[in-house]
């Protein structure tokens, strides 16, 4: 069973940064693409961010293209969000996937692994 496991989510002004950190617990996944989610209450998950396994190609949604940096540290085993320029609209929970594949995709099903969601609150 693999499990994700993410954290820095947190209640910050808007304008201001926060890192969130993604670390499998469990069996961990040979060379995974990871991917970055979010979700307000009522609405549809939606694709943030993604990674390849290399860290060699990056994904955006428009939204945060210049704002948000996705990276990782295979050594670590460990994917970050670094959220710049935090808006209010920003606010949801947001979630750490993995494929099982090393491109990744912008589709939901095209992870296999989930964490528990982290909360990210920006205030106006």
């Known amino acids: 069973q693999v499990q994700l496991v993410e954290s820095g989510g947190g209640l910050v002004q808007a304008g201001g940064s926060l890192r969130l950190s993604c670390v499998p617990a469990?069996?961990?996944?040979?060379?995974?693409?990871m991917g970055w989610f979010r979700q307000a209450p009522g609405k549809k998950r939606e694709f943030v961010a993604a990674?390849?396994?290399?860290?060699?190609?990056?994904y955006y949604t428009d939204s945060v293209k210049g704002r948000f940096t996705v990276s990782r540290d295979n050594a670590k085993n460990t994917v970050f969000l670094q959220m710049n320029s935090l808006k209010p609209e920003d606010t949801d929970v947001y979630y750490c996937?993995?494929?099982?594949?090393?491109?990744?995709?912008?589709?939901?099903?095209?992870?296999?692994?989930w964490g528990q969601g982290t909360q990210v609150t920006v205030s106006s």
């Open positions: 990674i390849n396994w290399s860290g060699g190609s990056t």
């Open positions: 469990g069996r961990t996944l040979r060379r995974p693409a």
């Open positions: 996937a993995a494929a099982s594949t090393e491109v990744p995709g912008t589709g939901e099903y095209e992870y296999d692994y």
